[in-house]
């Protein structure tokens, strides 16, 4: 049996106990049945700790059996997800969705232009699973659309034996589509949208140590507070390529942090069997101009092309081209493809392929391997700028730049002159979390805004604090204003820790060197966070699976 544990450096946690349920195949109704414990005949299985009370994170193991049919397996999987995180995906919805386009909903005209989106979009891509019954991509996409319904089945209690692909276009999609929602909304002209001007959504840093001795790999997720249950999780998937290729996806292992009703990370950082550490952090789209590039037909939504490429790419430049089929320009993000496969501790000379970096925004994807950068310069920061310049111009920054100065420069960024100062104190892993929990911003200058009453701001750093910035305060736009909003993890994984797909791991805001965040005690205390702990003061945990 695959067991989890979690264990708290320098010290061991005392682990809740686990919760295992097995999908079976029953033979004499031909349907599927959940048992307790692990079934030797298993189709699926889902093994889980609820550990948030004292690590911040629970934990999920999902894994299916190759002595069944892909369609079994992806559909069953979703079932056993949901039979273990049944009370944590009621209690994310009524956190993060409760009352997004619901019976009270505040904008209806938008709700059922999104509904009509949804549904037209769902369509399209059921047309293409069916014209294209060899294709490996469209595979995957069934697959992945069999183990959300299994998941969305499982949690209503009505497993059946799965067939053809029916959805509510606003019920569990919704958990997948938070990225996609983002942009959907200034497309769709929602009347009141939910992203900020300036809203950072994650940090991520690839560091490459002096002698190319190590390679570290982190990310920091930034959403909104609400969203902080979190489940650390582990998929472990005996999919064929295809219903004619019958060899096993090269991504088939997958251990990503995510949260309850949710198929892929959202944060999103991956570590993955094809030897590639996948991450992104949002760039967006400020040109609405861009915005007649996102129709339902001829698009795949973001988080369905994040898991197609990977579970299929066995390369940065596969994935590339993998993830850039079907842009939906939604969820607009810079992605990092690290290929470990290419990384040899102590080797003199970085091998190509070794660094991939794509920027999306609708209507234009641009790739290019940066291997030989991350070996001159030592690292590779992101921080919700685009890299590219004709992906910067095109998506509207220097509109942005002209408007608002510097803050929305690649270069002169309060994260991009931090990182290019601090990243030189990397030395080992405790000093990496050490960068990518950085927030000092009452004395460090780059955490200056001008503009700003008070000068110093608890979003121009690494993790941001931006509950920390006075509600009374002056502020040119709203990222920077007072808010529920901010890094809420730290995840890194190295050369020595990936293959075993292990990681260091925060959980909650940042608090080392301001203060802990607490609901009791924040202007927040109203807001919907049922299940959360209240004191968000959690320890790095070092996150093993079993062999």
């Not at 031909?30 to 889902?46: M, N, S, T």
Request: hydrophobic content about 35%; proline content about 5%; overall charge neutral.
């Amino acid at each position: 049996m695959c067991v989890l544990t979690c264990v708290l450096l320098l010290s061991v946690a005392a682990a809740a106990a686990a919760q295992v349920q097995s999908v079976v195949f029953n033979k004499q109704t031909g349907k599927l049945d959940l048992r307790d414990g692990l079934q030797p005949d298993f189709v699926a299985f889902a093994n889980f700790t609820d550990d948030i009370r004292n690590t911040g994170w629970s934990y999920l193991e999902v894994v299916t059996s190759g002595q069944y049919n892909d369609t079994l397996q992806a559909y069953s999987a979703g079932v056993a997800e949901a039979a273990v995180t049944s009370q944590l995906i009621y209690k994310h919805w009524m956190n993060t969705l409760m009352g997004y386009c619901g019976p009270f909903k505040y904008d209806p005209a938008y709700c059922r232009r999104l509904k009509d989106y949804i549904t037209d979009n769902l369509q399209w891509v059921a047309q293409q699973i069916e014209k294209n019954p060899d294709s490996s991509y469209w595979h995957q996409v069934r697959l992945s659309l069999l183990q959300l319904q299994g998941l969305e089945d499982g949690y209503n209690g009505q497993v059946t034996s799965p067939g053809r692909l029916s959805f509510n276009p606003l019920g569990f999609l919704l958990f997948q589509m938070g990225g996609d929602l983002e942009d959907l909304e200034a497309a769709l002209n929602k009347s009141s949208l939910t992203r900020t001007l300036g809203s950072g959504s994650c940090s991520a840093l690839i560091k490459l140590l002096p002698g190319n001795k190590e390679l570290f790999v982190s990310h920091d997720t930034w959403n909104t507070y609400q969203s902080m249950l979190r489940i650390m999780k582990k998929y472990t998937f005996s999919f064929s390529t295809s219903l004619k290729d019958k060899t096993v996806i090269p991504g088939g292992t997958q251990a990503f942090s995510s949260y309850p009703g949710s198929i892929f990370s959202g944060d999103d950082f991956y570590i993955l069997s094809s030897g590639l550490v996948t991450l992104e952090t949002t760039i967006g789209n400020s040109n609405p101009d861009l915005w007649k590039f996102v129709r339902p037909e001829g698009a795949v939504m973001e988080w369905l092309r994040n898991i197609v490429a990977n579970r299929l790419a066995r390369t940065g430049k596969e994935w590339a081209a993998i993830f850039s089929q079907f842009n939906s320009g939604t969820y607009n993000n810079q992605w990092m493809i690290v290929d470990y496969k290419n990384f040899v501790p102590g080797k003199p000379d970085l091998q190509q392929g070794l660094f991939t970096v794509l920027e999306q925004i609708p209507g234009m994807i641009q790739t290019a391997d940066k291997t030989q950068e991350l070996y001159q310069t030592g690292y590779w920061a992101s921080y919700n700028i685009p890299y590219f310049e004709e992906i910067f111009n095109a998506s509207g920054g220097q509109d942005l730049v002209k408007k608002y100065g510097s803050w929305f420069s690649y270069n002169e960024n309060p994260r991009a002159q931090i990182f290019s100062r601090n990243q030189t104190l990397v030395t080992d892993m405790e000093s990496m979390v050490r960068l990518m929990r950085y927030n000092n911003y009452k004395n460090d200058p780059l955490s200056e805004c001008e503009g700003c009453d008070p000068p110093h701001n608890g979003e121009n750093s690494i993790s941001a604090r931006s509950d920390l910035n006075p509600a009374n305060g002056t502020y040119p736009f709203g990222a920077l204003r007072q808010r529920p909003h901010g890094g809420t993890d730290m995840k890194v994984t190295s050369y020595s820790l990936f293959k075993q797909y292990e990681l260091l791991a925060v959980s909650g805001p940042t608090w080392d060197q301001v203060p802990v965040f607490q609901w009791s005690t924040s202007p927040y205390r109203s807001l919907t966070h049922i299940g959360h702990p209240d004191r968000w003061d959690f320890p790095t945990v070092h996150v093993r699976w079993s062999k």
